[in-house]
């Protein structure tokens, strides 16, 4: 913490220390029957990591001999802090998307495990690379699950410990930012971006404000996942995703500041709802210009 008492950035004794704790629990988690990789994501993967970063583990199988629910279990209560409880699901425990795993503490850090189908994984790899892309509900995340994760993942993350180098061959496939898979997301999400301002002014004109609001925010990840391919940055997930985007070259001025600001105060009246569409809008607008 800082002195305001908010997470400061991680020096880099400090984040050294907590890839080593990864790297150990990795190696541990690999000596399991049926785990063929392990790997840390998130923000201490990409070097942004903070004094309240959790570590991101992501572990892939075949689910076709996946790891002994019996033993992942035993592993994790070994390890956990007491008294708390160490609480994985089993697979496909949140959804066929984001498949379960578990979110515990040990030694006073705290460790996300997800599970990670591989097979899923590769049919995600192989369409994206194709130009086909989906959209997914999926609870946790309120702009929904695209296999674009999976890619970000593979592509953003560090793999610690594997067997048979899949990973690796499919993050050489995803480095640099493919150009296929470059048009496929902006063609897809701006094509989206705009239906959803479309159908919202109707909305805006009766002061549905949560209907607005659920469009503009639609509108806002669209055009994220957007720009993250504009930029040759592949998308990871909702969680400062527009944070991130103020690094970025090729953003609508001012963008991830006002849009944050917007979705916050959208209005509640006609005018003041109408007043964000057109914000909106603009953006949408710049974002086509610089795409094509």
């Known amino acids: 913490m800082n002195a305001s008492g908010s997470p400061r950035?991680?020096?880099?004794?400090?984040?050294?220390?907590?890839?080593?704790?990864?790297r150990t629990l990795a190696r541990e988690l690999s000596a399991l029957a049926g785990v063929a990789a392990v790997t840390l994501g998130g923000s201490l993967a990409r070097g942004t990591g903070h004094t309240d970063s959790n570590l991101d583990l992501g572990l892939y199988y075949d689910p076709a001999a996946p790891p002994d629910l019996g033993a992942l279990r035993a592993w994790a209560r070994a390890r956990v802090d007491p008294p708390l409880e160490a609480r994985l699901t089993g697979y496909g425990g949140w959804g066929p998307?984001?498949?379960?795993?578990?979110?515990?503490?040990?030694a006073g850090q705290r460790v996300d495990l997800l599970y990670r189908d591989l097979a899923r994984v590769r049919e995600a790899v192989d369409e994206a690379l194709l130009g086909r892309l989906s959209h997914h509900h999926q609870p946790g995340h309120p702009f929904g699950f695209t296999p674009l994760i999976y890619l970000g993942e593979l592509a953003e993350g560090q793999?610690?410990?594997?067997?048979?180098?899949?990973?690796?061959?499919?993050?050489?496939?995803?480095?640099?930012?493919?150009?296929?898979?470059?048009?496929?997301?902006v063609g897809t999400y701006l094509?989206?971006?705009?239906?959803?301002?479309?159908?919202?002014?109707?909305?805006?004109?009766?002061?549905?404000?949560?209907y607005v609001a659920g469009c503009a925010y639609q509108c806002v990840m669209c055009l994220t996942v957007v720009l993250f391919a504009l930029n040759g940055r592949h998308y990871l997930n909702e969680k400062g995703a527009l944070r991130e985007l103020r690094s970025f070259g090729r953003v609508p001025p001012g963008f991830a500041e006002e849009a944050t600001a917007l979705l916050g105060h959208l209005g509640s009246t006609p005018a003041e709802l109408a007043v964000s569409l057109e914000r909106l809008r603009a953006w949408l607008?710049?974002?086509?210009?610089e795409a094509h």
């Open 9 to 22: 950035p991680l020096t880099g004794t400090e984040a050294a220390e907590l890839l080593d704790r990864a």
């Open 97 to 106: 998307w984001i498949n379960g795993g578990g979110w515990l503490t040990i």
């Open 159 to 185: 793999v610690l410990e594997e067997r048979g180098g899949v990973l690796r061959a499919w993050r050489a496939r995803l480095t640099p930012y493919p150009e296929a898979l470059r048009r496929a997301v």
């Open 191 to 210: 094509w989206q971006a705009g239906f959803a301002l479309d159908i919202a002014p109707k909305a805006a004109a009766r002061g549905d404000a949560a």
């Open 285 to 289: 607008d710049w974002t086509v210009a």
